[in-house]
């Protein structure tokens, strides 16, 4: 029966940026289907690991700084030596430099590029070295945005990163597919997180984005999950190198 291609029983799944907003969204929605979560984060994720284990999934929590690619062998080998294996990856943590154009500075651009490109990249290929030497196939997810499509404004870094993340999406994805690894991403749409929170706090900005959604609202982290668990799950084992919008229509108009 095709529901049961979705189960992640006995799945291991890394999360990246777990300790809130859609990373703990998609990490809860990963456990609700039956996966155990290794969540990295730079900073605390207690709140995240009380919700998993209370969904009866094991919980290991690895501090990390993803701003630079030094963590990543260590991440690996936490998760191996706790579960023995991994599954899935979720390239989630990211950050946004709001600033003009003109303005921008050099540490905007490197340190936006530095945790949603260059670490998604070399993390994807530590879990795909894994994946190939397990035999097992493995899923990769990554978080791409409207910015992956659009230009966007005073956000210079954040468009580069995240066109760079369909890119590189589609990429890993035709090198690994003979290794049955599926790379695919979400692009989600404006969401409800911290992320967002200077945007959603200027009265003028929220009418105007909100009255250009179709849906006529803000996502929230819970509107991933069933996305995240369909790229997780043998459900979507010929679905190789695209970029999903989850965006309430945003795109569509
Ligand atoms: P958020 O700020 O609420 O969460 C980001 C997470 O990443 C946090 O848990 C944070 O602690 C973690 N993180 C940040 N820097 C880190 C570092 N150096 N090392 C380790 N962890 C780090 O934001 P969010 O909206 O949940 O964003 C999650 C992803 O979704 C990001 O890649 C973001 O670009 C993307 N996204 C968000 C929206 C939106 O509207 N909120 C839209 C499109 C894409």
């Known amino acids: ?41 730079y900073v605390e994720s207690s709140e995240t690991g009380k919700m ?20 990543v062998t260590t991440i690996l080998s936490s998760i191996i030596d706790k579960f023995g294996k991994l599954d899935i990856l979720i390239n989630n943590a990211g950050i946004i430099r709001r600033r003009d154009a003109v303005e921008f500075t050099e540490e905007d651009w490197d340190s936006v590029m530095n945790i949603n490109l260059k670490t998604l990249f070399f993390l994807s290929q530590a879990a795909a070295k894994q994946f190939i030497k397990q035999g097992t196939g493995g899923k990769i997810i990554n978080v791409a945005s409207m910015l992956s499509f659009q230009g966007g404004i005073r956000v210079p870094s954040y468009t580069a990163s995240k066109s760079g993340v369909m890119g590189v999406t589609r990429l890993m994805a035709n090198e690994w597919a ?15 997180t911290n992320n967002t929170a200077p945007l959603r706090a200027d009265p003028a900005r929220s009418k105007e984005i909100v009255g250009r959604i179709p849906a006529g609202r803000w996502g929230t982290p819970d509107d991933l999950k069933g ?25 569509a108009r």
């Open 52 to 71: 998993i284990e209370t969904l009866g999934r094991t919980f290991l929590e690895i501090k990390a700084d993803l701003g630079s690619i030094k963590p």
């Open 178 to 192: 003979k290794h049955n690894i599926n790379v695919n991403a979400i692009a989600p749409g404006y969401m409800e």
């Open 227 to 251: 996305i995240a668990v369909f790229l997780a799950s043998g459900a979507s084992d010929y679905v190789n190198g695209y970029t999903i919008a989850v965006d309430g229509g945003w795109l």
């Open 1 to 41: 029966m095709v529901i049961e291609k979705f189960k992640l029983s006995d799945k291991v799944a890394l999360v990246t940026g777990c300790s809130t907003g859609l990373g703990q969204g998609m990490a809860c929605g990963l456990a609700e289907a039956g996966a155990d979560i290794a969540g990295v984060d």
